[in-house]
């Protein structure tokens, strides 16, 4: 009788069912759609019995399944979550690349799948594939933490459409061993041909002179300031600008994202962020006498408007239309691209950051004067840079 009691047979070919020693009988299954995968047990007191639970195990397993596939998919749910829940509580910017993140990375690898079945395995391929296609720490970070995120708000929710958060068995990379790009900037002899030529006057016809660019002087601007560019964009005269105390704040940015307004139709408007990228962002800075006179240049041609770099209607510029202008000074001063990609603004700043670093600026104090949300960034972005000027330090003390 024991063996008979010990007899596993197979039920409708999902699971198993088999008589206990003690007497009852135990169905046994692994699912993905209950208890997060992990093996479940039900019991009865016969035969009878438990092949009646069985059969409501599965109708109440086909129906969640049909309900995943219908109403629960992870994109349909990712994208309701996305729209009335994240919207609110981000920048308009932040919405943006959290949108961006989702349509470009998650929908294509697990968007498919039915939201409660999604397993870490699920997540890991995703992001082992970022790391395969060359992709930074800090892209696949995003990736994951927007999962999470997605996946923690479905847990709080009663009832709750998953079991289990699959992101808690995800694993990522050491940083040490995810090769970072390179932050590109301009060397001396770049700087001087981008400054000539952004700030160069030509002599007209009618015997008066006028600048190659009505904007030229925000390279300047930029390259002793290492401002972002939202953050350029969106200095005030009467607000940002205090010539007699030499110091120019940091308080707002100015982005290009998409209208989420009422009947917009996905146009992208400019606006005027009343916060910066970080909350460390927001900074004085001092003016050296570069951007001094940078500022003053651009005063003679924008002061009578409120913002400083503007339109000749007095609108703040687009963050695109500065590009455009910066690619054609990079053109002009015959600067190299770099592996076919143009440089870019920010390289800019990158180059006042590499200054910094040449003259013997703490990475603190560097961290400080760039508006970084705290010094490991400055680290991890400028590793490169740190690391020569390590080497090199060693090269001054040649002792024999």
């Not at 969640?64 to 919207?87: C, P, R």
């Not at 995120?149 to 709080?156: D, K, V, W």
Request: charged residues 25%; proline residues 2%; positive net charge.
């Amino acid at each position: 009788m024991g063996q008979e009691q010990a007899k596993t047979r197979s039920f409708d070919g999902e699971g198993s069912i088999r008589q206990r020693s003690d007497g009852r009988w135990e169905f046994r299954i692994k699912d993905k759609m209950f208890n997060g995968g992990k093996p479940i047990s039900l019991y009865g007191t016969s035969k009878k019995d438990i092949k009646k639970k069985v059969r409501e195990f599965h109708q109440t397993r086909n129906e969640k399944l049909s309900g995943a596939l219908t109403i629960e998919a992870t994109q349909q749910y990712m994208d309701n979550w996305f729209h009335t829940v994240k919207v609110k509580s981000l920048k308009p910017s932040s919405a943006d690349r959290l949108e961006s993140t989702l349509i470009s990375h998650v929908y294509p690898a697990i968007g498919w799948i039915p939201l409660s079945v999604v397993s870490t395995d699920d997540i890991q391929g995703l992001v082992d594939g970022m790391y395969k296609k060359g992709y930074s720490q800090s892209s696949v970070k995003k990736v994951l933490q927007a999962i999470n995120n997605c996946f923690t708000h479905a847990l709080r929710k009663y009832p709750s459409p998953i079991t289990h958060n699959p992101c808690m068995g995800v694993t990522l990379k050491d940083a040490r061993y995810v090769e970072s790009s390179k932050p590109t900037y301009f060397t001396e002899d770049e700087v001087r041909r981008l400054i000539d030529t952004a700030t160069r006057v030509t002599q007209r016809k009618d015997g008066k002179s006028s600048v190659s660019y009505r904007l030229g002087w925000t390279v300047v601007l930029l390259l002793n300031t290492g401002l972002r560019v939202g953050e350029l964009l969106a200095l005030k005269w009467e607000e940002n600008i205090d010539f007699e105390a030499g110091t120019i704040s940091v308080t707002n940015n100015v982005v290009k994202v998409k209208d989420r307004g009422r009947g917009a139709k996905g146009q992208y408007v400019l606006i005027d962020q009343k916060s910066t990228k970080t909350k460390a962002g927001a900074r004085t800075l001092s003016m050296n006498s570069a951007a001094r006179s940078a500022l003053n240049e651009l005063y003679a041609v924008t002061g009578e408007y409120t913002y400083v770099v503007s339109t000749k209607g007095g609108l703040p510029k687009s963050p695109y239309d500065m590009a455009k202008m910066f690619r054609a000074i990079c053109d002009q001063a015959e600067i190299k691209r770099v592996n076919g990609k143009i440089y870019g603004l920010h390289s800019l700043r990158h180059t006042f950051a590499s200054s910094l670093f040449a003259n013997g600026v703490d990475v603190k104090i560097v961290s400080e004067i760039l508006g970084h949300a705290n010094v490991q960034i400055t680290y991890d972005i400028y590793i490169h840079l740190l690391q020569e000027h390590k080497r090199k330090a060693f090269e001054v003390v040649d002792i024999i």
